[in-house]
């Protein structure tokens, strides 16, 4: 099959433009005849629309809210932002509607977030919006009556269930971007409306948002948070949305390839769920970057090594999804849980409603193994490089002089290089670290991002009780294994420990050359500059190792 001038040109510009280290080979994916122009893309913000996305049918991820709303439930849904929330249940209220069953209608309550402390400009503002989706939504005939002189959203919605022809069906979105004496109006409102339905109340009325209601915000009692105590004790069930599994995250891309003929390997799809693990924003941005930037043209095959190069832009840019995630860390109680992970200590005394919150957020998962872990590899990624961001923003200028003239990675220029770095700057770096229990951690981070600088990667290993963290850092043909280790009162050396554990972690790498950085964080040392030392030792399975004590 010959391809056209403008085919061939545009597989030389992807071939010369292409950052990874193989060159790719170009297979056409299907004849230029057949090629057709994009007419949906993948998305990464805000609620899908079937004419312009690709999207999987999400109510699938919701398979008891049928049930429900046919037994006239109150209930809440929380995820994450960006999983598919609002997609799903406005979705879902069209299609209720469609079937000429119910009134079913998506609503928010955004618009009140700005009047937490005066909740009747809060009602105004939200009966407001409410008025607007249900004319732009639903038929003439389903309206709900002029509210402008409805003093309350009880009120309206009476009104409105009163007159309405069909049981009307209410998703509120954006639930908890209220707070304070707003937030608590609107849930006893719903409260007392409840025993009314279906007649005048709404049958079945869900509460969307990132927390359940024990966790949505208001100033009352010192915790900050509802608790258990709710006005929304009505509620019957409390929903998540699940993520995409591998056979989703393929018919989703599979979507793309029907349009255009551009054809996803299985290496590739295997590898964006695994650094995924179904997340949807995740999948379906990894897919963007891909299919836009790195291969914009259909003629190019998506493989292992685009995933691999969609997977860096995104944790490099850190968009609005992985900013707004990171931004958590800031939490004490997110804090209490990540700061161990990160540290690779035991989890210490945090409350059953802290651990239930990491899990909401979706930041963590637990483990088929067992135990607390980070939701995902862009996940672990991103985290520990947004807590390096003080430190790497306080690094002195640095020549890299661990380059050979010829640009390669001199990796006993990089230990001198680090030593001198970590004598004279150390100490005082240590002090603008967020994370204390892994502010060495931090630092040796920060130097090693100013090592790769776009021309390598850094990559992280971490979980709880693992007693360390573990670096691989890759750079063209050097890949240098980096066990990291803290020594703290109380506790022997644990310089045997690290090196069993190096040596698993070279032979998983198939790397021959590691570092195990131990910082001695006892009581009463001298100054890192004075106690810092490096010695080469034979690891149990015969690797030659750095040991650096620090």
Same mark, same amino acid.
């Given at each position: 099959?010959?391809?056209?001038? &403008? ?9 010369? &433009? ?54 006239? !439930? ?71 009556? $002029? ?43 719903? =409260?007392?409306?409840?025993?009314? =339905?279906?007649? *005048? ?14 966790? &949505? ?9 509802? !608790? ?14 699940? $993520? ?88 004490? =109680? ?11 200590? %035991?989890?210490?005394?945090?409350? $059953? ?17 067992? !135990? ?34 010829? !640009? ?52 992280? %290993? ?27 009162? *109380? ?8 090196? *069993? ?50």
């Amino acid at each position: 099959m010959s391809l056209t001038k &403008y085919q061939t040109k545009n597989a030389y510009k992807a071939l010369r &433009y292409n950052t990874s280290a193989k060159p790719q080979v170009f297979q056409p994916t299907a004849r230029s005849s057949d090629l057709k122009p994009m007419t949906r893309w993948f998305n990464t913000a805000g609620p899908c629309k079937p004419e312009s996305h690709y999207m999987l049918p999400s109510l699938e991820r919701l398979p008891s809210v049928a049930r429900i709303i046919e037994q006239e !439930g109150y209930f809440v849904i929380h995820a994450p932002r960006q999983t598919g929330k609002t997609t799903a249940m406005l979705t879902l209220a069209q299609q209720l509607t469609a079937q000429g069953k119910y009134a079913a209608l998506m609503v928010s309550t955004e618009v009140g977030a700005a009047y937490s402390q005066t909740p009747d400009k809060a009602m105004v503002a939200i009966l407001r919006a409410w008025s607007d989706a249900a004319t732009f939504w639903l038929p003439i005939e389903l309206h709900p009556p $002029n509210w402008s002189d409805c003093g309350s959203i009880g009120q309206a919605l009476r009104q409105w269930a009163s007159q309405c022809s069909r049981p009307i069906v209410l998703f509120i979105d954006e639930i908890d971007a209220l707070q304070d004496e707003a937030l608590v109006s609107v849930l006893r409102q719903l =409260r007392d409306g409840y025993p009314r =339905r279906p007649r *005048g109340f709404p049958q079945s009325l869900a509460l969307i948002g990132l927390r359940d209601v024990r966790d &949505y915000k208001v100033a009352s009692g010192g915790s900050g948070r509802l !608790g258990t105590a709710s006005p929304f004790n009505i509620k019957v069930e409390s929903l998540t949305l699940r $993520n995409f599994t591998q056979s989703e995250v393929a018919s989703l891309y599979q979507q793309h390839t029907d349009d255009t003929g551009q054809v996803f390997t299985s290496e590739a799809i295997q590898r964006a769920f695994d650094l995924t693990q179904g997340q949807p924003w995740l999948v379906n941005a990894l897919a963007r970057q891909m299919v836009e930037v790195l291969a914009a043209d259909p003629l190019v095959a998506l493989t292992l090594e685009h995933v691999e190069q969609a997977k860096e832009i995104l944790i490099q840019r850190q968009d609005t999804h992985l900013d707004s995630l990171a931004e958590r860390l800031r939490e004490p =109680r997110v804090r209490a849980i990540i700061e161990p992970i990160l540290a690779g200590q %035991e989890l210490g005394e945090v409350s $059953n409603e802290d651990i239930r919150f990491v899990l909401d957020l979706g930041l963590c998962v637990m483990s088929p193994q067992g !135990g607390l872990v980070i939701a995902n590899p862009i996940y672990r990624e991103v985290l520990p490089r947004v807590l390096a961001v003080p430190p790497t923003a306080s690094l002195p200028q640095i020549a890299p002089t661990w380059l050979t003239p010829s !640009g390669e990675l001199d990796v006993q220029a990089l230990l001198e290089a680090f030593l001198q770095f970590w004598r004279q700057h150390g100490e005082p770096l240590l002090r603008s670290a967020s994370y204390h229990e892994i502010a060495p951690h931090l630092v040796l981070m920060a130097f090693l991002h100013r090592v790769v600088n776009g021309s390598g990667t850094l990559e992280r %290993e971490y979980a709880l009780g693992s007693g360390r963290m573990d670096l691989c850092l890759r750079y063209a043909q050097v890949t240098l294994g980096i066990e990291l280790k803290v020594w703290r009162d *109380g506790r022997p050396d644990p310089l045997q420990a690290g090196l *069993g554990q190096l040596d698993a972690y070279l032979s998983r790498l198939g790397a021959v050359s590691g570092w195990l950085i131990i910082f001695d964080r006892r009581s009463g040392l001298l100054p890192i500059e004075e106690r810092t030392t490096t010695e080469v030792v034979e690891t149990p399975k015969h690797y030659q190792v750095t040991v650096v004590r620090g």
